[in-house]
T-cell receptor
Framework: NAGVTQTPKFRVLKTGQSMTLLCAQDMNHEYMYWYRQDPGMGLRLIHYSVGEGTTAKGEVPDGYNVSRLKKQNFLLGLESAAPSQTSVYFC????????????FGPGTRLTVT | AQKVTQAQTEISVVEKEDVTLDCVYETRDTTYYLFWYKQPPSGELVFLIRRNSFDEQNEISGRYSWNFQKSTSSFNFTITASQVVDSAVYFCALSEWGQFYFGTGTSLTVIP
């Protein structure tokens, strides 16, 4: 039981390049989330999904897209990376919304130069 | 406006001291959930406790205790007899309408 895994762990991009972050969970959770963590800002919700085939915007969705084609996977895409997207990205999943705790992946450190 | 406010940015205590981390939240919802997470230097986020808005009973778990007061919209976290391993960033979070809001975190350093 791996829990929540994220790929890759580190990445350096040049401005304008694109990439996809992969999140996978093996707990059969319905809900999945993408956050970014910046110094002094805490965690901010980018996008989330309440089930396979569904996605919704969070607090800071601009510049990101997501897809949830399979229940166990939640992809975060950056179409044209900007230095402002330099951050640590965390994926999380939960059994249900609201009342259930989120289980977090180990994070992906992304640097955009 | 911040949904979750953790006014203490950094706290340092000497080992074995007690320390309280403050959390104030803002919501208009009558049904909501509050959480505390710990992020040690290794970077992972570890779930500590969950509380729903209908349960104001305080909780103690070993050296940890939580004080939930709806009247002041606060959900404070106390570590008794702190240890070096408690050094971490602690986040308070609010869940309402399916969305999660995290505070900016309190960095706790326990000095041996």
């Amino acid at each position: 039981n791996a829990g929540v895994t994220q790929t890759p762990k580190f990445r350096v991009l040049k401005t304008g390049q694109s990439m996809t972050l992969l999140c996978a969970q093996d707990m059969n959770h319905e809900y999945m989330y993408w956050y970014r963590q910046d110094p002094g800002m805490g965690l901010r919700l980018i996008h989330y999904s309440v089930g396979e085939g569904t996605t919704a915007k969070g607090e800071v969705p601009d510049g990101y897209n997501v897809s949830r084609l399979k229940k166990q996977n939640f992809l975060l895409g950056l179409e044209s990376a900007a230095p402002s997207q330099t951050s640590v990205y965390f994926c999380a999943s939960s059994y249900n919304k609201g009342g259930h705790e989120q289980y977090f992946g180990p994070g992906t450190r992304l640097t955009v130069t | 406006a911040q949904k979750v406010t953790q006014a203490q940015t950094e706290i340092s205590v000497v080992e074995k001291e007690d320390v309280t981390l403050d959390c104030v939240y803002e919501t208009r919802d009558t049904t909501y959930y509050l959480f505390w997470y710990k992020q040690p230097p290794s970077g992972e986020l570890v779930f500590l406790i969950r509380r729903n808005s209908f349960d104001e009973q305080n909780e103690i778990s070993g050296r940890y205790s939580w004080n939930f007061q709806k009247s002041t919209s606060s959900f404070n976290f106390t570590i008794t007899a702190s240890q070096v391993v408690d050094s971490a960033v602690y986040f308070c979070a609010l869940s309402e309408w399916g969305q999660f809001y995290f505070g900016t975190g309190t960095s706790l350093t326990v000095i041996p």
